[in-house]
Antibody, heavy 122, light 109 residues
Framework: EVQLVESGGGLVQPGGSLRLSCAASGFTFSNYYMDWVRQAPGKGLEWVGRIRNKANGYSMDYVASVKGRFTISRDDSQSSVFLQMNSLKIEDTAVYYC?????????????WGQGALVTVSS | EIVLTQSPGTLSLSPGERATLSCRAS???????LAWYQQKPGQAPRLLIYDTSTRATGIPDRFSGSGSGTDFTLTISRLEPEDFAVYYCQQCGNSPPYTFGQGTKLEIK
C-alpha cells in the first residue's frame, strides 16, 4: 500500500524557517517525481514545487512566490522528500501536502499525504 | 503560466441528478494533459480523471471527463451522496507551474 506521511509542521514567526518531511512507503520511491502542494485555510490548491528523480538529474521547479525561499530535496535511501522553508511569510500559512507524480509523461498526482499544517504568525 | 477558471463556483444539485463542471484554460493545454481531483473536508485531494478522460484506479464510471484545447468538462452522470465535495482541475502538461483551477463546490440542494 502506498503511503505518504508528512511531518514537521507547526507555528513559526514571520521570517523564520521550518523543514517539512514526507516519508514514503509501499513503492519504489527513487523512480518517482515528488511534489509539494499547499492549501491556505479555506482556499484552493496551489502547486509549490517539484523534484524529479535521479534519471532526470534531481532537477527542481518552484512556483514564483516561493522561489529563492523554499528548497525541495530528497533522500532516496530513506524514501523521503523534504521542503525547507526559509524567510516565511504570513501568506505561507497553509496545509502542505506531499504528492507522488504518476509514472509517465506529464502525469498528475496519484497519491497524496494527509498534510502538515504550517502557521506563520507573530 | 496557464490560468484555469472553473465554473460554476458552486453547484447545487440533488442525488440522482447529473452534474456538469467546467474548466477553461487561458491557453491550450499540452496534449490535453488535464486532471480532475475531488476533495472532501479535512481530507487530501483524490485523483479522479487524468489525460482529460482516463479514470483513475477505482473511480466509478459515473465520473467522466471530456474536452480539448482550452475547454474541459467533468461530468457525474448520477450523483451519489458521497459525491458532494469540491472539485479541482489541474494542468499537468505544460511547463511549470502546474496550476489548479479555483475549485467548484458541489453541494446538496
Amino acid at each position: 500500500e502506498v503511503q505518504l506521511v508528512e511531518s514537521g509542521g507547526g507555528l513559526v514567526q514571520p521570517g523564520g524557517s521550518l523543514r517539512l518531511s514526507c516519508a514514503a512507503s509501499g513503492f519504489t520511491f527513487s523512480n518517482y517525481y515528488m511534489d509539494w502542494v499547499r492549501q491556505a485555510p479555506g482556499k484552493g490548491l496551489e502547486w509549490v514545487g517539484r523534484i524529479r528523480n535521479k534519471a532526470n538529474g534531481y532537477s527542481m521547479d518552484y512556483v514564483a512566490s516561493v522561489k529563492g525561499r523554499f528548497t525541495i530535496s530528497r533522500d532516496d535511501s530513506q524514501s523521503s522528500v523534504f521542503l525547507q522553508m526559509n524567510s516565511l511569510k504570513i501568506e505561507d500559512t497553509a496545509v502542505y501536502y506531499c504528492a507522488r507524480i504518476m509514472l509517465g509523461s506529464m502525469k498528475p498526482f496519484d497519491y497524496w499525504g494527509q498534510g502538515a499544517l504550517v502557521t506563520v504568525s507573530s | 503560466e496557464i490560468v484555469l477558471t472553473q465554473s460554476p463556483g458552486t453547484l447545487s444539485l440533488s442525488p440522482g441528478e447529473r452534474a456538469t463542471l467546467s474548466c477553461r484554460a487561458s491557453q491550450s493545454v499540452n496534449s490535453n494533459y488535464l486532471a480532475w481531483y475531488q476533495q472532501k473536508p479535512g481530507q487530501a485531494p483524490r485523483l479522479l480523471i487524468y489525460d482529460t478522460s482516463t479514470r483513475a484506479t477505482g473511480i466509478p464510471d459515473r465520473f467522466s471527463g471530456s474536452g480539448s484545447g482550452t475547454d474541459f468538462t467533468l461530468t457525474i452522470s448520477r450523483l451519489e451522496p458521497e459525491d458532494f465535495a469540491v472539485y479541482y482541475c489541474q494542468q499537468c502538461g505544460n511547463s511549470p507551474p502546474y496550476t489548479f483551477g479555483q475549485g467548484t463546490k458541489l453541494e446538496i440542494k
